[in-house]
T-cell receptor
Framework: AQSVSQHNHHVILSEAASLELGCNYS??????LFWYVQYPGQHLQLLLK??????LVKGIKGFEAEFIKSKFSFNLRKPSVQWSDTAEYFC??????????FGSGTRLLVRP | DGGITQSPKYLFRKEGQNVTLSCEQN?????MYWYRQDPGQGLRLIYY???????QKGDIAEGYSVSREKKESFPLTVTSAQKNPTAFYLC?????????????FGEGSWLTVV
């Protein structure tokens, strides 16, 4: 069955630390990949997406993600986090249909 | 303004009653979705629809029903058969797949069954 795994459920970092959140998916065909963020009390927002071309994707607020097809991975990175990055982050993918599958989310807490 | 409107935002119902959550979009998107968000479980897909008069079950469709009679509307009915209906429900719609299938979310509906 198609699925998305986010291995880190909770991450705690200090400001200026580097961030990498893992995301793996299980599907053998062509995929579109996404990272969404949900700030406290707000609804989901798109951070970045990949659907073709350069596997290194840059998104908003200094985030980037790299699609590694051989590893079925799409990890999210940010070189230096800020307190305002405290949020829940969701990885998602869609296949050749419109079906969009989300991971269980990673809660990030950035300490000032 | 373009967007997705969910109503009501908060809803209380007695156990055993069916309840229908409304979702309307004016983005001219073909695809629409219903997700359920529970703490620690992320977003789980209930139903999705790629086109009018067609819809597919997601991972947790049991106890739910939908209809797609109009492109703009995708209401979700939470039936009395749903064993644990208290949750936060998100409706979404998406652009065509070939453009990256970006999904846009409504603000959600909180359903509490007492």
């Amino acid at each position: 069955a198609q699925s998305v795994s986010q291995h880190n459920h909770h991450v705690i970092l200090s400001e200026a630390a580097s961030l990498e959140l893992g995301c793996n998916y299980s599907y053998g065909g062509t995929v579109n990949l996404f990272w969404y963020v949900q700030y406290p009390g707000q609804h989901l927002q798109l951070l970045l997406k990949y659907f073709s071309g350069d596997p290194l994707v840059k998104g908003i607020k200094g985030f980037e993600a790299e699609f590694i097809k051989s590893k079925f991975s799409f990890n999210l990175r940010k070189p230096s986090v800020q307190w305002s990055d405290t949020a829940e982050y969701f990885c998602a993918f869609s296949d050749s249909s419109y079906k969009l599958i989300f991971g269980s989310g990673t809660r990030l807490l950035v300490r000032p | 303004d373009g967007g997705i409107t969910q109503s009501p935002k908060y809803l209380f119902r007695k156990e055993g009653q069916n309840v229908t959550l409304s979702c309307e979009q004016n983005l001219n998107h073909d695809a629409m979705y219903w997700y359920r968000q529970d703490p620690g479980q992320g977003l789980r897909l209930i139903y999705y629809s790629q086109i009018v008069n067609d819809f597919q079950k997601g991972d947790i469709a049991e106890g739910y029903s939908v209809s797609r009679e109009k492109k703009e509307s995708f209401p979700l009915t939470v039936t009395s058969a749903q064993k644990n209906p208290t949750a936060f429900y998100l409706c979404a719609s998406s652009t065509p797949h070939g453009t990256g299938n970006t999904i846009y979310f409504g603000e959600g509906s909180w359903l509490t069954v007492v």
